[in-house]
């Protein structure tokens, strides 16, 4: 039995009816196999791999570097920050690996039992395999830069095999969620900033473009989804979904990022822990997801606690 008094049921159901779907299941799904028979790249043949680097670009924005604005960034020299930030981008992009290989698992589990001639089966199927081409895409980056595979670390890696074997209901696509939506902030920032490397550049443009399909399956699926939820149930996707958030963000840049630029990866983690600006950088990458995902119910109570250690809220 739902106890929650008539105000907070009431003001559930607006904040539902703000983000429901605008179709059926099916409906957006065939226009999301309609987007990706149009809009869809292989990065084998879409990059020039052989292409060389450019010289004196970045890896990423600078203003996205982890130590922009504070003292240690101000003591690099020139070729140092650009190392910081290829190494930055190809950490990003290992994490990116990690997760999608989670999601690959978790979408595949979702539809196991599903009929595979529906239209919402397919495009699964679809995202998984857009999944495939842009882990190997983000592999192929980090060998181009010389960088080694950047993994998270070995807490993490093992709570991702947990969460990939247990996950379900609205956490299932909310999760998707932080670490696409994030990181599509990030990437468009990317295509547009000459300053970066065109390898950069294109490897971000063929995501930014894939991940938006992704991204409306996912909206999609939560609202749906999160509209049935108990009480019970919505304070442990909450909690969950907090952990996930801190998990996904603490492992965007590994430690060893920083030695790579000559840094003591103590001290470096220490002061991109307390920048400020990178904390803002990453609570404005948010703010649609976290308005999102409070609007479903996702975020609220003690776990806003959670978010906001994540700094993404």
Not at 265 to 284: F, I, M, Q, S, W
Request: glycine fraction near 6%; proline fraction near 5%; hydrophobic fraction near 40%.
């Amino acid at each position: 039995m739902n106890t929650a008094p008539p105000s907070s049921r009431q003001d559930a159901a607006d904040r539902l009816a703000r983000i429901q779907p605008r179709h059926d299941r099916d409906t957006t799904a065939r226009r999301l196999l309609a987007s990706a028979a149009k809009h869809s790249y292989d990065p084998q043949v879409d990059i020039d791999w052989t292409e060389p680097l450019g010289q004196g670009l970045y890896g990423l924005s600078p203003e996205w570097s982890s130590l922009y604005g504070t003292p240690l960034w101000d003591g690099l020299d020139e070729d140092r920050r650009i190392t910081l930030t290829e190494h930055e981008f190809c950490s990003v992009s290992g994490v990116g690996i990690w997760f999608e290989m989670i999601l690959m698992q978790m979408i595949l589990r979702d539809v196991y039992d599903q009929d595979p001639a529906t239209p919402h089966v397919q495009f699964a199927l679809t995202e998984i395999a857009d999944e495939c081409r842009h882990s190997i895409m983000f592999a192929r980056t980090a060998e181009k830069y010389g960088a080694p595979s950047y993994r998270p670390e070995h807490r993490s890696h093992q709570l991702g095999r947990l969460f990939k074997t247990l996950a379900h209901g609205p956490d299932l696509f909310a999760s998707i969620l932080v670490a696409e939506e994030v990181l599509d902030i990030f990437q468009r920032e990317l295509i547009a900033d000459e300053r970066v490397q065109p390898l950069t550049r294109a490897v971000s443009r063929i995501h930014v473009i894939e991940e938006a399909r992704h991204m409306r399956f996912a909206r999609e699926e939560i609202a749906r989804r999160a509209a049935d939820m108990s009480r019970a149930q919505r304070g442990q996707q909450r909690l969950v979904l907090g952990i996930v958030a801190n998990v996904i963000i603490d492992n965007l840049v590994h430690r060893d990022v920083y030695a790579a630029a000559g840094l003591d990866p103590d001290e470096a983690v220490a002061v991109a822990r307390a920048n400020d600006h990178y904390g803002d950088k990453l609570r404005a990458s948010a703010e649609n997801l976290t308005t999102f995902l409070a609007d479903a119910g996702l975020i609220g109570g003690p776990s806003a606690r959670l978010w906001r250690r994540a700094r993404l809220l």
